[in-house]
């Protein structure tokens, strides 16, 4: 008599990517005419922000600096209002054809312009410019020393333009906007606000949803697996230094138009709203009324036990 192979487990691999793959199509797909609205908008929201996050922090990209384009003098290829990637190289590194950022002062921008020609004198690297829109090139000469860096170039040309800089168009002003206190405020604070909500609602409501399903199987686990579960007294706690945190930060960022300060203001705040809705989801197990037809709930006659 042949034994029969034990049954496969999902703690395998395979099985372990078929629940993950289960939780993000959960996670991504939409269910219900809210959840594809909510996905929207999350996504347009996603779309506005990224292009302001990366001329922020332009680290993100592996870039160092960013600067706003003022002038016409790169068009077509870069128009006044774009906002150029840069990334910081060695004048030896620098090419015929390259675009690049140099010069600028406290008092004048500094210039972006392709490289034409390079140069020896007295023993430093020079380099000829010129704006693809000007009909000759820049009177002086660009000295190694005052390189800012070689604008970025993406794998692919940009369809209509036929170049690969790395540009990104038309935030140039809101982002010269944004760094003003009532720019920073409409352009940065309130949208981090308003996905900090929505992202919290969305987490009130999975939670109300999950507790519902559970409540019919709780009642046979509970006797089996153990619960645990912090003091509301250090909930409170983290509750209080989140928002102390968080509003700190948030006016820190107001004042000095620190987009890097305002997110992580914004994380501290919401970690404190997603700790106090734990609080408001686990205590409303505890003010239900008890299941009038469970017998175990109901009153028992003095002598009678149920079993």
């Known amino acids: 008599m042949s034994e029969s192979e034990p049954e496969s487990s999902d703690v395998t691999e395979p099985g ?21 609205v909510h996905l929207l908008a999350l996504v347009i929201l996603l779309a506005i922000v990224i292009p302001f996050v990366i ?3 332009p680290q993100v990209v592996g870039a160092e600096q960013s600067y706003v ?4 003098s790169m068009e077509p290829a870069v128009s006044p209002g774009d906002v150029v990637i ?37 023993g430093e690297l020079v380099f000829e410019t010129k704006g693809d829109n000007n009909e000759n090139a820049d009177i002086a000469l660009t000295p190694a020393s005052t390189l800012r860096g070689k604008v970025m170039e993406l ?49 009130i409501t999975l939670s109300r949803e999950e507790t519902e399903k559970r409540e019919p199987e ?31 930060g948030a006016h820190y960022a107001y004042q000095n138009q620190e987009p890097v300060i305002a997110a992580i203001a914004v994380g501290a705040l919401v970690g404190g709203i997603l700790l106090a809705a734990m609080l408001v989801v686990q205590a409303e197990p505890a003010n239900q009324e008890p299941d009038s037809g469970d017998p175990a709930a109901q009153p028992q006659p003095d002598g009678e036990v149920n079993q």
């Open 86 to 122: 840069v990334n910081a190289v060695p004048a030896s590194a620098v090419e015929v054809g390259d675009v690049i950022t140099y010069g600028g002062s406290q008092t004048s921008p500094p210039t972006t312009h392709r490289v034409i020609d390079i140069q020896q004198q007295d």
């Open 218 to 248: 709780s009642a046979t686990e509970s006797d089996e697996q153990p619960t645990y579960s912090a003091p509301q007294s250090w909930i409170f706690v983290g509750v209080a230094a989140l928002a102390g945190a968080g509003g700190f």
């Open 155 to 203: 794998p692919v040309s940009i369809p209509g333009n036929g170049h690969n800089l790395f540009v990104i168009p038309f935030i140039g002003y809101v982002a010269q906007f944004a760094q003003t206190q009532l720019g920073f405020l409409l352009l940065v604070g309130i949208p981090l606000f308003l996905l900090a909500v929505s992202e919290f609602w969305r987490f």
């Open 69 to 72: 384009v003022l002038s016409g």
């Open 16 to 36: 372990r990517l078929t629940r993950l793959g289960r939780l993000l199509r959960a996670k991504l797909v939409p269910s219900t005419p809210r959840e594809a």
């Open 55 to 57: 001329f922020a922090i």
